[in-house]
């Protein structure tokens, strides 16, 4: 199972304040009420249309054999609160509303950077920090240590970490950029309160406040850097 994660920023009034005005073509779906935790399901049912590129295929096609072809994205946006802090897992297409003013930055990234270990990483995402420098993205065959990915803190803004996390049953493989993406066998939204998913948010919660180690000491001060260029060069782009 592939979740996406977008933690919302502190001192809305409400989730919908964070989406954009194609929002109003979701709909809500009632839920199951699950202890400790509050949630709202919000679902898109787009009418079936051709595909753009069916009326040059049917050109060439002899009778009306490409008729009944028609594309459906269904998306879906769940809010979830836990404590002081509200989430939102997205869903098919269901990124493209939410307003990326209103979620905080780099949160997938802190996440990564406090459950993987310095030398456990799979790929980065970085760009220079010139206005004429290139984005690239840079994949290992399997995971290595954070140096393997050849990364020049004073030149680039890493964007996107991707590695496996040193958590027991936390996820498969975690990439964070402002959003948080897992890959997690044998997930179960129902299970979300259950003792082993507490437990493991314990864990996830030590992690970022005991002392690391020198490996992990450098994936974070990356991402420290990388939090302080990237912040210095989208004021510069503005």
């Known amino acids: 199972m592939k979740l996406t994660l977008y933690l919302l920023r502190q001192g809305l009034d409400s989730e919908a304040d964070a989406l954009r005005p194609s929002f109003d073509d979701y ?12 949630w709202d399901l919000y679902v898109l049912r ?6 753009r590129w069916l009326t040059d295929l049917t050109s060439i096609v002899e ?5 009944n072809l028609r594309n459906q994205l269904c998306s879906a ?9 509200r989430f939102i897992l997205s869903y098919g297409g269901g990124h493209f509303v939410i307003d990326r003013e209103y979620i905080e930055p780099g949160f997938g990234l802190r996440v990564v950077a406090n459950v993987v270990a310095g030398s456990s990483i799979l790929s980065a995402e970085t760009r ?3 206005q004429t420098a290139r984005s690239q993205r840079t994949v290992l065959p399997l995971a290595s240590a954070l140096y393997e990915l050849g990364i020049e803190p004073s ?46 948010g314990k864990q996830v919660a030590e992690a970022g406040r005991r002392p690391a180690s020198r490996g992990a000491r450098s994936f974070v001060s990356v991402w420290l850097w990388s939090s302080f260029a990237g912040h210095r060069h989208r004021r510069s782009s503005s």
């Not at 787009?46 to 595909?51: A, E, K, L, S, V």
């Open 128 to 130: 220079g920090l010139s």
């Open 27 to 38: 709909e809500h779906v009632e839920t199951r009420p699950v202890a400790g935790l509050t």
């Open 155 to 200: 030149d680039e803004w890493v964007r996107q970490l991707t590695g496996k996390p040193s958590i027991q049953g936390f996820a498969n493989t975690a990439s964070g950029s402002d959003s948080l993406k897992l890959s997690v066998r044998d997930f179960k939204l129902a299970n979300l309160n259950a003792d082993e998913y507490i437990a493991m």
């Open 46 to 51: 787009p009418f079936p249309r051709p595909p």
């Open 77 to 85: 946006l769940l809010f979830v609160t836990r404590g002081d802090r």
């Open 63 to 67: 009778g009306d054999g490409l008729a």
